[in-house]
């Protein structure tokens, strides 16, 4: 199976801040990864596909990068309601697995 | 509007086999590329992939528990079913459904979950 590790585990911002999450993933993955956000009480929701691809919906401030095996999800300007868990997927070969995690908490 | 809903039992005993069921609306199963997926989430754990149907009635299993899953799908009552055997407490968990389609390979819509408790 292609494990999936994560940093931070979590982190601290303000609101408008530039954050950045790394994914890293054990094999080559190609562009195969997929980044979800995740409230308290909530399911989780897309917001990246394909490495870089913005689903539907999701504001601008989200974006993806990165292939093979590194991969990074930023928010240009942290707003309130990116206070979340996010976590990455690989979606290269089965069974897809997810990364643990990363709470952004409020600074 | 894409929606999924999970139901099935709360609390389930020790051996006992867990029947979920998802509940869909919005889209056609029937459409190609249309995928229905099976998550878990035991608290404090990463998310665990379990299950995967598809429009053609394919279907992938986690191979750590492909013994005790089966999943099943009718496409009439836009529902896909889920049972795993044999439970145990470590499969305490929220499990989800979500839809995945080929041309993203990602979920892009998930059920609310439910929690699963085991316990005697």
């Known amino acids: 199976d292609i494990q999936m590790t994560q940093s931070p585990s979590s982190l601290s911002a303000s609101i408008g801040d530039r954050v950045a999450i790394t994914c890293r993933a054990s094999?080559?993955?190609?562009?195969?990864l997929n980044w979800y956000q995740r409230k308290p009480g909530k399911a989780p929701e897309l917001l990246i596909y394909?490495?870089?691809h913005l689903q539907t919906g999701v504001p601008p401030r989200f974006s993806g990068s990165g292939s093979g095996t590194d991969f990074t999800l930023t928010i240009s300007r942290l707003q309130a309601e990116d206070f979340a868990i996010y976590y990455c997927?690989?979606?290269?070969?089965?069974?897809?697995?997810f990364g643990p995690g990363t709470q952004v908490h409020i600074k | 509007q894409v929606t999924l809903k999970e139901s099935g039992p709360a609390l389930v005993k020790p051996t006992q086999t867990l029947t979920l069921t998802c509940t869909f609306s919005?889209?056609?199963?029937?459409?190609?590329?249309?995928?229905i997926n099976w998550i878990r989430q035991v608290p404090g754990k990463a998310l665990e992939w379990l299950a995967r149907?598809?429009?053609?009635?394919?279907?992938s299993y986690s191979k750590s528990l492909k013994t005790r899953l089966t999943i099943s799908k009718d496409t009439s009552k836009n529902q896909v079913v889920l049972t795993m055997t044999n439970m145990d407490p470590v499969d305490t968990a929220t499990y989800f459904c979500?839809?995945?389609?080929?041309?993203?390979?990602?979920?892009?819509?998930w059920g609310q979950g439910i929690l699963v408790t085991v316990s005697s």
């Open positions: 394909y490495g870089s």
């Open positions: 919005g889209f056609s199963f029937s459409t190609s590329g249309m995928r």
């Open positions: 997927q690989q979606s290269h070969s089965y069974p897809f697995t």
């Open positions: 094999q080559s993955i190609g562009n195969y």
């Open positions: 979500a839809r995945e389609t080929t041309v993203t390979l990602a979920f892009d819509s």
């Open positions: 149907i598809d429009w053609d009635d394919d279907k």
